[in-house]
């Protein structure tokens, strides 16, 4: 039996998206785990704080600096100074292992917007390298804010990704006049983003600059699902094209959960 285009697309989505968020999740509790029997986790030592509302949060501290010992003392190293300095190539190679992680992620990303037109099959492969090297670095991020509150931004994209679904499909409106607001919503977003890296901005500005962003990848997600609905109702039905706007929605989605932690993180 003949699968629908939302099935496909669904199916892609449904597919990466759990990639992403099950790896994300084993990571932050593998994290947990590391804090609790006091061991470095991908070079990074955590402090367990509360926050307000009396969860664990990780908090990613400093390694203090590894002094050498007076060699003219003992020529022998003790058991305790050879650990440290096992720990500290270990801590070497998880680091660079997560910048590894990043550029393969950066690389397949880009590839799979440009190559997966051309090449469906090469498009979802480099589309599940991006998400299995995404998941980690999603958790380091979150680590890096309360995680409590990264699983919460979680859930709300979750919920704002449904909602735009039922709207864009459902509502009965062509939203296809929104294409140039979102395009120059786009560019005004980078351009500040690029502004930000230049000029610097105040917490209470990259908070605003993080709604924003959070509102137009919102109504980017409407507009996907509705274009879904569109190709979906003139007959269009193969996997290529699946691919392609399922695309467009996981950017969609990975943009808006960025944001909304980046403005969880600055609040």
Same mark, same amino acid.
């Given at each position: 039996m003949e699968t629908s285009l939302y099935f496909k697309t669904a199916l892609i989505l449904a597919t990466q998206l759990g990639i992403i968020f099950v790896g994300c999740f084993f990571l932050i509790s593998a994290a947990k785990k590391a804090y609790r029997e006091g061991r470095l986790f991908f070079g990074i030592e955590f402090i367990g704080r509360k926050n307000s509302r009396g969860e664990l949060d990780l908090i990613p501290i400093e390694q203090a600096p590894i002094i050498k010992?007076?060699? +003219?003392?003992?020529?022998?190293?003790?058991?305790?100074?050879? !650990? @440290?300095?096992?720990?500290?190539?270990?801590?070497?190679?998880?680091?660079t292992l997560l910048n590894k992680f990043m550029w393969?992620?950066?690389? +397949?990303?880009?590839?799979?917007?440009?190559?997966?037109?051309? !090449? @469906?099959?090469i498009g979802l492969m480099l589309m599940t390298i991006s998400s299995i090297t995404f998941a980690p670095l999603l958790g380091v991020m979150m680590l890096e804010m309360d995680e409590n509150d990264g699983l919460r931004a979680t859930?709300?994209?979750?919920?704002?990704?449904?909602?735009?679904?039922?709207?864009?499909?459902?509502?009965?409106?062509d939203f296809s006049f929104m294409r140039g607001f979102l395009f120059f919503g786009l560019c005004a977003l980078l351009l500040v983003g690029f502004g930000r890296i230049f000029f610097g901005m105040t917490s209470a500005m990259i908070r605003l600059k993080a709604i924003c962003g959070a509102v137009l990848f919102s109504l980017f997600l409407i507009y996907d699902f509705n274009r879904l609905k569109q190709l979906s109702d003139i007959g269009i039905n193969d996997w290529s094209t699946a691919l392609k706007v399922a695309i467009s929605i996981y950017l969609d989605i990975l943009n808006l959960l960025l944001e909304i932690m980046q403005a969880m993180g600055d609040s």
């Open positions: 010992p007076n060699e +003219s003392a003992s020529p022998l190293k003790s058991r305790d100074e050879q !650990s @440290t300095e096992d720990d500290k190539q270990a801590t070497t190679k998880k680091q393969v992620w950066m690389i +397949s990303l880009f590839g799979m917007v440009f190559l997966a037109p051309g !090449s @469906t099959s859930l709300l994209t979750c919920l704002i990704t449904v909602c735009a679904a039922l709207v864009g499909m459902y509502s009965g409106i």
